[in-house]
């Protein structure tokens, strides 16, 4: 994964009487991050997925799409005639995780 920044905007420094959130940006450009929750005792929070769970889904997304393309694989050298379904599905899967991708960065 590579490494890639995410600035939390402010419109003002630390301080005793600090900026306003602004937004969520990467390289420049706006994006929505996380999910806002009410704390309670007029708190909020931004909530940011967790970078350790986003780092295991992507793990076991690969490991399902190594077995995939195995699985495909094996077919292919049996002679099975649904292996063209199973790329354009494999396909498709990888399209939904670059999807997810885009989303968490």
Not at 4 to 28: C, K, L, M, N, Y
Not at 91 to 103: G, I, M, N, P, W
């Amino acid at each position: 994964m590579s490494t890639q920044t995410i600035d939390i905007v402010f419109d003002g420094s630390p301080g005793p009487q600090s900026g306003r959130f602004v937004e969520v940006e990467r390289h420049g450009a706006s994006i929505s991050m996380g999910e806002w929750i009410e704390l309670g005792d007029g708190l909020w929070a931004l909530r940011i997925p967790d970078s350790a769970a986003l780092e295991a889904k992507l793990e076991a997304m690969e490991r399902i799409r190594e077995a995939a393309e195995r699985l495909i694989e094996n077919m292919e050298v049996t002679g099975n005639a649904h292996t063209g379904g199973l790329r354009r599905a494999l396909a498709a899967a990888q399209q939904e995780e670059a999807d997810y991708l885009l989303r968490a960065e």
